[in-house]
């Protein structure tokens, strides 16, 4: 009988374990099932998708670069040329550069990820089943990671059970070998992993399964602002451009570059 106490303890890290993966399961299934039909991706939303925040600001320095609305020197600063944003985007753009008209490159894509516009893209691409809510893709690995535990944990006292002495272990069981007892919560444990290979799909940083669909649905060969929200600026065909956003302020560095 000693070794029932050893069987209760591994029914309860299999029945919590599994439990936590279901609940991360249905939550990951509704937010599947919100999905918006017929979404067509915008170039900021292609870019958050793939990149988050920060790649809606690059995509945004970038279009307006093109424009000729603002001039990116391959030192990494950005000038601006016209003060007039087009969209909210572009206006969080010339925020973040300041009333100067110049700031280097860093401080001004963390100053436009981190605006309101960005969050707001955001919270609708939550809203649209696109993007990943806070806490799904990484609820779901959490849950997969304490299942294998549990399996673990269920592996290993059943071992110490079937090493315990063997004194009325047989009439204590009704003759059914201990290890019988431990292989049902292994069983459910290997039982909710292979339903989870099967049917959780697997989640980026930033996109939902519906999402990263959509981002695939899109050309591989086709404008250049796509190319940059898919793949980052290293997409870019200016190569003035892709070493302006590859710059490292230096230390005591002064001097603005055009």
Known sequence: MFWVPLLLLAWAAAGLSC?????????????????????????????????????????????MA????????????????????????????????GPAGQSRIAPVRRGAAAADPVRALADRLVAAGLAVPDGIGSGVAAAVRQVWAATAVVL??????????????????????VAVWFAL?????????????MEIHPYTRWASPAGQRLLGALPARGE?????AVRGVRAAGDPGLRAAFSQRPQRGTTQRGH
């Open 224 to 228: 250049e602002l796509i190319a940059v």
């Open 185 to 197: 919560p292994l069983l459910l444990c290997t039982a909710c992993l292979l339903i989870a290979r």
């Open 156 to 177: 290993g006292l059943g071992a110490v059970a079937v090493l315990m002495p063997a004194q009325e272990r047989g009439a204590a069981a009704g003759q059914v070998p």
């Open 19 to 63: 439990g936590r993966l279901c609940l991360a399961a249905s939550r990951a299934a509704e937010q599947e099932r919100a999905v918006a039909r017929g979404h067509e991706l915008t170039v900021y939303e292609a870019a958050f998708l793939s990149g988050g925040p920060s790649r809606v600001a690059d995509v945004t320095l970038v279009a």
């Open 66 to 97: 093109r424009a000729r609305r603002l001039l990116i020197a391959h030192t990494g600063w950005a000038t601006v040329v016209d003060p007039v944003g087009r969209d909210d985007m572009e206006r969080s753009v010339l925020g973040a550069i």
